[in-house]
């Protein structure tokens, strides 16, 4: 079984609604990590903006998971770990970087480096990597 990391994180303040959303967010990654077979060995729940990829909770992530404290990340999507496509990048490029994994309910995912991004944008489906074949 694999060491997993909960996060959570909800935009604005920890207000009543907010506090809702937070403990359903939970509810359902502890169900989704029993599902999957995770242990959960610790949990993050933050109220902040996603929209900085270098925020401080994300630092604290990458550093406990690169110190052994964890093997995996369950979120609820990518968006939990950054709004944008590149903070995402950047987040999975340094979770890579010390063997941790990303999790959602569905199983595992890849936040892929941007030139995947731009590959699967322009790629045409059929067509090989050289061409198209002809």
Not at 11 to 37: F, H
Not at 93 to 120: D, M
Request: overall charge positive.
């Amino acid at each position: 079984m694999s060491r997993c990391c909960i996060y959570c994180r909800i935009g604005g303040t920890a207000n009543e609604p907010n506090q809702i959303a937070m403990n359903s967010q939970l509810e359902m990654l502890r169900k989704a990590a029993e599902d999957l077979g995770l242990t959960v060995v610790a949990e993050v729940t933050v109220f902040e903006s996603g929209t900085d990829p270098q925020r401080q909770s994300i630092k604290t992530l990458i550093r406990d998971g690169k110190h052994g404290g964890f093997d995996c990340v369950l979120i609820v999507d990518p968006s939990r770990l950054s709004r944008s496509t590149e903070g995402c990048t950047l987040i999975g490029q340094k979770l890579n970087q010390h063997g941790i994994r990303v999790y959602t309910p569905q199983g595992k995912i890849q936040l892929a480096p941007p030139h995947a991004f731009f590959y699967s944008r322009y790629h045409k489906e059929g067509e090989n990597d050289l061409g198209s074949g002809k």
